[in-house]
């Protein structure tokens, strides 16, 4: 009744509240426009929104599902178990079938099986998790330390500019994969591990844009009047500076993505990845695997193919983001 | 700066494990065996007296050497000096990274400026594309290729015995060339696509329709006036993308058996052998900070305008 109201008494002040779209149809017309303007982009989008779902999501799920349930003491297998059944060719990334070792591809085993038979399909979607698992966390870490450390010495400058910057120098300093190696080596590696650790090393390097942006921000006028207002540092550095610097953050992260897969699979390629068994390209693709490629030439093809696949989205999709959140750089490269 | 990271990186949470470790050998934990040891390795005492003896700065007064004095301690594992196996392995490891930068730079200068040359043409967007694509596949992957590709049909395999430079030229030469090409090759996509936006930039350049204008051949407008702008950011580039180079020279070492740093490196890290890797954070990080000064100053001499400022 309050709507009807309010509506006649705008149409007597010859007055109508600006028509604001429900947020999904926004959502979904925005999308719908960068799928026009840059198709390529879209589709590795899709490409990555895939590989999140099907390492993720899926998995995710189903745990909680099984879990919840009371199915299985550790829901894992469970999950493993009923891909198994329902597919028929997705088989859990550890089982092993001793009887079918380096196999070529069959209708049991798509892409044929390892050195210890096991399927290298399953492997490979399961190697997907960890990729996916281990880049988007480490890039929500690095941009969360970047982004702080950005903003605030982009906010105050002075003596925090300067001493933030000098931990920034140092940090850029290092040569990255000798000290994650060295990290890594004496700490022992596994899932959170490879996140905290690369995310720290990268975050401080992420600041320098963002810094930048801040600083271009702190002269507009909105900064002055919301300090006129009264609205106190932080307010003002989460209302109003973290939403004009987000879109470089989110172009920092595309950008970052590929790059820590690349460098995650580096990591397993020398064994200080995820501990065996659990699956990761890089990993398929070391020194155990390496002595039997002569046989099977699929070990050596498929996982550097995933990976290439999962990083050339990630770069495409960054580029095209980057073309339509940057207008500074459209078309340049 | 960086000895301070490094030190506390490693000396905070260690010593512990390691002390574990070599007791674990003599099969008994006593106590004074334990101290003794302790000594002898030159971690007893508090974290920041244990760090001057590594700098060195407690050598006046009557401390053990340390790096100021040229001393970077001894193996845990083999006993040999730290200093004298990086003698060794520094140059190989060195020797590599620069063949492999050499290499991404030859590659990619020519091919970015044919694909300004020929912007949207078929060249061009042909070698966007494989640029882009080699900046996405892990260049580790390309040589388990060639490795496996080139055994299966051609029936060879990367040389098992290294041999130095000064011992073999030609041999170590034909060891080298191959990890430096594939090392170079990740970088050289990234290469490609800035050498490419920087040349059509300065191509569109005033001055450059001025030297055509004074009839100046094609050749030496391309060569003298607009690649060497071109090329200056690209130096910045090359600059970052060093530990690009570096971590490529780790990799490499692993899968070709080459007798470098980052051999090292693996071998002392799996063997919580904490001078070695101490030692090597240390001439790692060294290294990188000398390329990255020698680009800053290879600025200057591309662009003089730098060098009045």
């Known amino acids: 009744m309050a709507v009807s109201e309010l509506g006649s008494i705008a149409e007597i002040e010859g007055w109508t509240q600006p028509k604001q779209e429900p947020f999904i149809t926004r959502m979904t017309k925005g999308l719908w426009k960068f799928c026009r303007r840059k198709p390529l982009g879209a589709v ?17 799920t189903l745990n909680k599902i099984s879990s919840t349930a009371g199915i299985a003491e550790s829901p894992v297998p469970y999950v493993a178990d009923q891909l198994e059944q329902t597919t028929g060719i997705i088989y859990p990334y550890s089982k092993q079938d001793l009887r079918a070792r ?4 069959s209708s049991k085993h798509l892409l044929g099986t390892d050195a210890i038979g096991r399927d290298i399909l399953s492997r490979l979607l399961y190697g997907a998790r960890t990729a996916v698992m281990v880049s988007f966390g480490a890039v929500a870490l690095n941009q969360t330390i970047g982004a702080t450390i950005g903003i605030m010495s982009g ?11 000098r931990v920034v120098d140092v940090f850029q300093a290092l040569p990255g994969l000798v000290v994650l190696i060295t990290v890594l080596g004496i700490f022992g590696s596994g899932l959170w591990q490879l996140v905290f650790v690369i995310g720290l090393y990268g975050g401080p390097g992420q600041s320098r844009v963002v810094r930048g942006q801040t600083i271009y921000v702190m002269a507009s006028p909105f900064i002055e009047a919301a300090r006129v207002i009264g609205a106190s540092d932080i307010r003002i550095m989460f209302k109003y500076v973290l939403p004009n610097v987000a879109a470089l953050i989110i172009l920092n992260a595309t950008v970052s993505l590929g790059f820590i897969v690349l460098l995650e699979a580096s990591l397993s390629f020398l064994g200080y990845g995820l501990p ?28 550097g193919v995933a990976i290439g696949i999962l990083v050339f989205s990630f770069n495409l999709f960054g580029d095209a983001l980057r073309d339509v959140l940057d207008p500074r750089l459209r078309g340049s490269r | 700066m960086v000895t301070i990271l490094t030190f506390l990186f490693l000396r905070v949470f260690l010593p512990a494990d390691v002390i574990d470790l070599i007791i674990g050998e003599y099969g008994r934990n006593d106590p004074a065996l334990r101290e003794a040891l302790e000594k002898e390795l030159g971690i007893s005492g508090n974290l920041f007296s244990q760090y001057l003896d590594w700098i060195g700065l407690s050598w006046f007064w009557g401390g053990p050497t340390g790096i100021l004095q040229g001393d970077l301690g001894e193996s845990l594992h083999s006993g040999r000096p730290v200093l004298g196996e990086l003698k060794r392995r520094v140059p190989v490891s060195f020797e590599l990274g620069l063949w492999a930068q050499m290499s991404a730079i030859v590659v990619a200068v020519p091919l970015g400026v044919w694909a300004a040359l ?40 990367p040389p098992i015995n290294f041999k130095y430079l000064t011992e073999d030229p030609v041999a170590h030469l034909k060891i080298m060339a191959l990890p430096a090409i594939i090392i170079g090759i990740t970088p050289s996509g990234g290469l490609i696509r800035l050498i490419r936006t920087q040349m059509l930039e300065v191509l569109r350049q005033d001055y450059i329709r001025t030297a055509h204008a004074k009839g100046l051949s094609q050749n030496t ?23 690009n180079i570096i ?11 080459i007798p470098g740093m980052g051999r090292y490196l693996v071998d002392a890290v799996n063997n919580l052998d904490y001078p070695v890797v101490q030692g090597l954070n240390l001439v790692f990080a060294l290294l990188l900070m000398f390329s990255i000064l020698l680009v800053d100053l290879s600025y200057a001499f591309l662009d003089p305008r730098i060098r009045f400022r």
Request: net charge neutral; glycine share 10%; charged share 10%.
């Open chain 1, 276 to 303: 065996p068994p659990f699956p990761s390209w890089g990993q398929m693709l070391s020194l155990e695997g390496r002595q039997y490629m002569r046989t099977q030439p699929g070990l050596a093809i498929y996982p």
């Open chain 2, 247 to 257: 971590a490529g020279t780790v990799i490499f070492e692993q899968i070709f058996i």
């Open chain 2, 118 to 157: 020929k912007q949207d043409k078929w060249p061009d967007y042909g070698l966007r594309s494989t640029a882009i694509l080699l900046n996405s596949v892990p260049s580790f992957w390309i040589a388990v290729l060639v490795i496996t590709f080139g055994s299966i049909w051609f029936n060879w395999a």
């Open chain 1, 102 to 105: 380096l196999e070529g591809s």
């Open chain 2, 221 to 243: 407008v391309l060569y003298k006036h607009a690649l060497r702008n071109a090329l200056i950011p690209v130096v910045t580039v090359i600059g970052v993308g060093l530990p």
């Open chain 1, 44 to 60: 590795c989008g899709f490409i990555v929104v895939f590989f999140f779902i099907v390492g993720d999501v899926i998995p995710e």
């Open chain 1, 155 to 165: 906010y105050y400058g002075g003596w925090v500019d300067k001493g933030l910057y």
